[in-house]
């Protein structure tokens, strides 16, 4: 409830502010800003081509003189290739997770409105529930196909149980409100007390969840492209470059390490706002927090 | 507690054919048609055709899944198109390597999660507390089919303390000895992240019930800080504790389906990511709906065991 109070007040300002306190928090988001920067400038920043290959210089070493990490084993220059694959690793992480929202937004209000609607939504998803995340989205992609339009599609479908059940227990709790009785009452349509009374006060509770999921769905996209049914080769993308350094491991470990790290890094970065987030908006931490506050007085 | 455990076994069960007909109906609906790529391109289309037809491929989908349900009950899930044996014994063979990944891996995640939640939880602001929350961050956010060729190029290519292929871990004349050495790598590839996720929650219930009064109470008395967190307080926080062991079990299979085909791993992870590449679909099939139910009945007993453990819902 307070979660929803707190943004629905439009307080987004005060969110920011609670994060900027919270050390971690503020470390994720500078990381995620310089990240941005990244993708936004990619081609500015790399030195080459992502695609732009030295035969002579293949599978060089970290500290080659002009290529800070490395080459590949086709004489990709490493770095340019994590700063321009950035870019899709962004992608296939930001927009699946919010896709995934628009349309669990809809259904969960739904379902939370009408009850028998409800049940078969509920019961739906609890089937998907039962798949680890991986294996549905691995099911996914290897019924429609690889590729970066099914990969997104495939975690759109993973991420909707966990959105619609948010929303719906959202939406359900809200819905016993009195305001939602006096809109009933005064004789609002149902589609203005869904997408107009509700929706706003419903939305902050599946952004949250965004957030704190935007880490797993970053790791399960690079790892789809990782096995060949996501980002296909050559274009630059982490999971595919871990992959194809996977094969030089024995003669250059660097190749398949590098591009992890940067992974690494920035499941890091969104691990630290995400908690961040949540714990700004979850009473119980708030609680933690003015309980020791009252005991440092 | 009979009938809530009962419930929750129906709602297993409905759960169960909803997963049996997402499995069914995903491979169903792929385009591309399934005689055609059994048969390869170079096949004439009457033959297509009369596989088709053997397959009852050209009967209304409700009826298919009918049939596949039925041969499904009774343990006949088709043929491997490439090994051409039964499903049912491709997923028996490789399901026991799978279950000692998963069943060591838990157990990494259990002990080492409850370790490090107590040793960060019981001692919350300590050097150690941050530490271990540190380290904590850093697994949690590791991805694991990284992780596993980073742990090899370290301890098998450089240190060469353990082997760089999982294999060798089912050879029958394996010792208890090797089969450890081999486990070790794709056990903590798997269990990391999960091991971080129980450390974390668990470390929140500890620092919840420091705060309550029966701890004051028990230091006041004058029990040692070792023996309120490991005795005291253990107890309060098992029900959380199993709950997000539980909840773990999904990321494992997950996570262990990256390890098994990093490390060569003989399990069914390794033989559903060669069934997709070699477009098997019985066996991918076979191999998602294996690790499905595996899930689906594991979830249940760690439902059940937290509805035991629990005394507000014993009744």
New interface residues.
């Given amino acids: 409830m307070r979660l929803i109070s707190i943004l629905s007040n439009s307080k987004a300002y005060e969110l920011l502010r609670t994060l900027q306190r919270d050390k971690?928090a503020s470390t994720g988001l500078w990381l995620l800003i310089v990240f941005s920067i990244i993708v936004l400038f990619a081609p500015i920043i790399a030195p080459y081509g992502p695609n732009e290959a030295i035969p002579s210089l293949r599978l060089a070493p970290p500290g080659t003189p002009g290529h800070l990490l490395g080459l590949d084993h086709q004489g990709r220059d490493i770095l340019s290739r994590i700063i321009h694959g950035t870019r899709l690793t962004v992608i296939t992480a930001v927009t699946p997770v919010v896709i995934g929202a628009l349309v669990a937004l809809p259904l969960g209000l739904l379902a939370a409105w009408y009850e028998r609607l409800g049940v078969l939504i509920l019961?739906?998803m609890?089937?998907?529930?039962?798949?680890?995340?991986?294996?549905l989205a691995?099911?996914?992609t290897?019924?429609?196909?690889a590729g970066i339009i099914n990969l997104l599609i495939s975690l759109v479908i993973v991420l909707l149980p966990y959105y619609v059940r948010i929303v719906h227990q959202a939406a359900a709790s809200q819905k016993a409100l009195p305001y939602i009785e006096a809109l009933r009452v005064s004789g609002t349509p149902v589609r203005t007390i869904l997408f107009v009374e509700l929706l706003p006060n419903v939305a902050p509770a599946a952004i949250v969840y965004g957030a704190t999921v935007l880490?797993s769905i970053v790791?399960?996209a690079?790892?789809l492209s990782?096995?060949?049914?996501g980002v296909q080769p050559p274009l630059a993308e982490w999971?595919v470059m871990?992959s194809e350094?996977?094969n030089v491991?024995?003669i250059a470990?660097h190749v398949?390490?590098l591009p992890?790290a940067a992974?690494?890094l920035f499941?890091?970065a969104?691990?630290?706002l995400g908690d961040g987030i949540r714990d700004a908006l979850d009473p119980r931490a708030r609680a933690?927090l003015s309980?020791q506050a009252n005991l440092s007085k | 507690m009979i009938r809530l455990i009962i419930n929750r076994i129906f709602?297993t069960i409905?759960?169960?054919i909803?997963?049996s007909?997402?499995?069914f109906a995903?491979?169903h609906?792929?385009?591309?048609d399934v005689a055609r790529t059994i048969l390869g391109l170079g096949a004439t289309e009457e033959r297509v055709q009369a596989l088709r037809q053997e397959l009852g491929l050209d009967r209304p989908l409700l009826i298919q899944y009918w049939d596949w349900m039925m041969a499904l009950l009774r343990g006949d899930l088709g043929r491997s198109i490439s090994l051409g044996v039964p499903v049912s014994e491709v997923i028996f063979d490789k399901i026991w390597a799978s279950l000692l990944l998963m069943g060591a891996s838990f157990f990494l995640t259990v002990s080492f999660g409850l370790l490090f939640a107590a040793l960060s939880g019981g001692y919350h602001r300590s050097l150690m507390d941050r530490l271990i929350t540190l380290l904590m961050?850093?697994l949690?956010?590791?991805?694991?089919?990284?992780l596993g060729?980073?742990l090899?190029?370290i301890f098998g290519?450089k240190l060469r303390i353990f082997p760089i292929s999982g294999v060798g871990a089912m050879a029958d004349d394996a010792t208890l000895y090797v089969v450890a050495m081999h486990l070790i790598l794709p056990a903590v590839t798997t269990a990391a992240s999960s091991l971080a996720v129980v450390a974390r929650v668990t470390r929140s219930a500890f620092?919840?019930e420091m705060?309550e009064p029966y701890v004051q109470s028990a230091r006041a008395r004058g029990l040692s800080q070792r023996r309120i967190i490991s005795i005291e307080t253990m107890r309060n926080v098992l029900p959380s504790f199993v709950t997000i062991a539980g909840l773990q079990i999904?990321?494992l299979?997950?996570?262990a389906?990256?390890s098994e085909?990093?490390f060569n791993w003989p399990g069914i992870g390794l033989q559903?990511?060669l069934g997709?590449?070699q477009r098997d679909f019985p066996v991918?099939q076979g191999c998602?709906l294996a690790?499905?139910i595996v899930?689906?009945v594991g979830n249940l007993l760690a439902d059940i065991l937290s509805i035991a453990l629990d005394p507000r819902r014993r009744g």
């Fill in positions: 971690s019961r739906t609890d089937v998907l529930f039962a798949f680890p995340m991986a294996l691995i099911l996914v290897s019924s429609l196909g880490g790791v399960t690079a790892g990782f096995l060949g049914l999971g871990i350094g996977r491991i024995f470990p398949a390490a992890g992974l690494t499941v890091i969104c691990n630290l933690t309980y | 709602a409905l759960v169960l909803g997963v007909f997402v499995v995903a491979l609906f792929s385009p591309g961050l850093l949690a956010s590791l991805p694991p089919f990284w060729i980073v090899l190029i290519l620092i919840d705060g999904g990321f299979f997950s996570s389906l990256f085909i990093v559903l990511y997709i590449v991918v998602v690790i499905a899930f689906v």
